[in-house]
């Protein structure tokens, strides 16, 4: 072992010891850059210690069912939770068992109650016909038949457990039988691997909870010369090399990352050298690289994959140190600029250290830094940055700019599981967010605030067509959050579909356009008690008394369902207190000393719909 490496090892265990887990992060990316094989086996032994226990990870249990060798995925893919804020719990099942686990019920699947099921089945355990003696077979009967196989074994799983689950699709043959005739023919391996594959994807999407993991695009990115390990395939079913294990975990925890809500919400973005080439105060307007020749249009490729981020609901925002008019006159004058200042949510352009500017911009838009990316070329910024909030995500620009695209899009971190209305259209959201907070500041009155915003409110049950919504609410919200409980479409689903359950999604327009569907409540009928399971608003419409009109209409829910109380409770974290005095200011009751449980009791009194709301009539299917 190297002495650098010691060194970091006995820094991430003093941090650890002493229940610092930003600063062990921060040294365990280090190590995990340098040494990636080691240093999982490393944090996979320590984070499974007792004493870690306390550790603020957030526990998920994954099944790992696979037609091959996937033991020697669990260090990596360990290491990489860790870096997500995770503790994994890892459920093997045997060697290509997948069929029995799913189809017994009392197999060790279900027994470990797992939060995610990986399917990872490889294509020739599939159909072993379109990697063998594909030309004595018929694909397309084959690929009926695994298709009807796949589809019972999805069903068959969401019917006995509400798992996220993972699928495998399938990489191609590495040699086709028919060589390089193969891409001209209609019926080709590869054309019948594609087929499976769009087979595949459909059994997903029919299924609520289950993704495709494009394990043939991962392949395809490294090069199936680096990815594969014929001798350990035929001697030990471990097909994938070592040296690759880290990238297919790393794919596997965008995955977890996107599920427990860790997927970063903001790019934060230097400009010098970052979205062009060159100092603005000394090379000028005129002078600055960027455009269709190289190394411009590499800067031009970096801009127009950030607008492609801001497309799927990523907010932008600028740190810089400039003058704020030179920028000014960029996104003005600047003809090969793709992003434009409107594109932008919040800005920073003065000459302060980067990291104030990162928490201006946090504040601003109301957002935990941890939500935070930062792309910058200074090695001297970006460790500032890190080195000051160890939870901000921060990516380097290479020297070659041409790299810089992949710098930015290669971890997954903006990855999400759903794409709603909502993300579509967030740019815009901020913007009328901004015109309330204006109108906010020249209202005489908070009453004439709320008056004069016109605010309406649609509540609508959980149902086809906000399931995705509402669960990516519970992965995503954090701050006016009472429980942060997370969960799944399928979850969502099941307690939706639930006649004791009392679910509804909350949509807010105003003066300045449609805010979408910024809150859920969800809460069960228990004894003589509507009992609050999940009560969460978006940061956008915090402040504004819609938690007040939710509670009025749970009143009526409970009384509704024949209930006597409603009942709440607190889960403290460090990032919702705008929720903690939710129940307290709303006249609920302590349940009990010193306990954050809370009730009202509704035959002393209920809730009024505050008289600025117009409540909407409710829009069932």
């Known amino acids: 072992m190297q002495a650098d490496e010691r060194t970091l090892r006995a820094e991430i265990l003093a941090a650890l010891d002493a229940g610092d887990l930003p600063r062990a992060l921060l040294r365990s990316d280090t190590l995990r850059a340098a040494a990636p094989a080691s240093h999982a086996r490393f944090l996979r032994r320590e984070l499974a210690r007792p004493e870690r226990a306390s550790l603020p990870l957030r526990p998920l249990r994954v099944a790992l069912l696979s037609s091959f060798s996937t033991e020697f995925l669990h260090d990596p893919l360990c290491a990489a939770a860790f870096h997500d804020g995770l503790r994994l719990e890892i459920h093997q099942a045997g060697f ?26 490889e294509g020739r355990s599939w159909l072993p016909a379109l990697y063998s003696g594909f030309l004595a077979s018929e694909a397309a009967p084959a690929i009926d038949a695994a298709a009807a196989e796949l589809r019972t074994l999805l069903e068959t799983l969401r019917s006995r457990s509400d798992a996220t689950v993972l699928v495998f699709n399938a990489a191609p043959p590495v040699w086709a039988e028919l060589g390089v005739l193969d891409a001209t023919v209609e019926r080709g391996q590869r054309a019948a691997t594609a087929a499976w594959n769009d087979r595949l994807r459909d059994a997903c999407r029919a299924v609520k909870g289950a993704y495709v993991v494009d394990y043939a695009a991962l392949v395809a990115r490294h090069g199936w010369r680096n990815w594969y390990d014929d001798r350990m395939a035929l001697y030990a079913a471990a097909p994938v090399a070592a040296p690759m294990l880290p990238a297919l975990a790393d794919e596997l925890a965008k995955f977890l990352r996107a599920l427990a809500g860790r997927a970063r919400k903001c790019l934060v973005v230097d400009l010098d050298n970052t979205l062009w080439g060159g100092v603005l105060g000394e090379d000028g307007v005129s002078g600055i690289r960027l455009g269709p020749q190289y190394p411009g249009n590499a800067y031009v490729a970096l801009q127009e994959a950030i607008l492609a981020l801001r497309r799927r609901g990523v907010i932008l925002a600028i740190a810089s140190k400039n003058n704020p008019a030179d920028v000014d006159e960029v996104f003005a004058r600047h003809a090969a600029m793709v992003l434009k200042r409107e594109h932008f949510a919040a800005a920073e352009i003065h000459w302060n250290p980067k990291g104030g500017s990162i928490a201006a911009i946090a504040k601003r838009l109301n957002i935990g830094l941890e939500h935070i990316a930062f792309l910058d070329d200074n090695p001297v910024e970006c460790e500032h940055v890190r080195s000051t909030f160890p939870m901000v995500a921060v990516i380097q620009v290479p020297e070659r700019p041409e790299e810089a695209v992949r710098a930015l899009l290669e971890r997954g971190l903006f990855d999400t599981l759903s794409f709603s209305d909502e993300d579509r259209r967030r740019g815009a959201l901020y913007e009328q967010r901004d015109a309330a907070e204006a109108l906010r500041v020249s209202s005489a009155s908070v009453e004439e605030f709320y008056g004069s915003l016109d605010m309406e409110v649609l509540f609508a049950p959980v149902q086809a067509d906000n399931l995705e919504r509402s669960a990516q609410l519970t992965q995503k919200t954090n701050q006016f959050n009472a429980t942060t409980l997370r969960y799944t479409e399928a979850q969502v ?81 460090a990032k919702n207190a705008p929720a903690r005095d939710l129940y307290e200011r709303h006249g609920f009751a302590r349940a009990a000393e010193g306990a954050d449980e809370w009730r009202l009791d509704l035959a002393k009194g209920s809730i009024a719909y505050p008289p600025w709301l117009r409540i909407a009539a409710e829009v069932t299917v």
């Open 96 to 121: 290509a068992t997948y069929r029995q686990e799913i189809l017994d019920p009392a197999s060790g699947l279900y027994a470990s109650r797992p939060d995610v099921v990986v399917l990872a089945v």
């Open 493 to 573: 689903a099941e307690r939706a579909a639930d006649p004791s359950w009392a679910c509804a999604t909350v949509r807010v327009k105003d003066r300045f356009g449609d805010n979408g569907i910024v809150g859920l409540s969800m809460a069960r009928a228990e004894g003589e008690d509507l009992v609050i399971d999940t009560f969460l608003l978006s940061c956008r419409v915090i402040g504004r008394t819609i938690e007040t009109a939710m509670l009025a209409r749970l009143c009526e829910d409970a009384r509704r369902l024949g209930a006597r109380g409603l009942r709440g409770r607190i889960v403290p974290t």
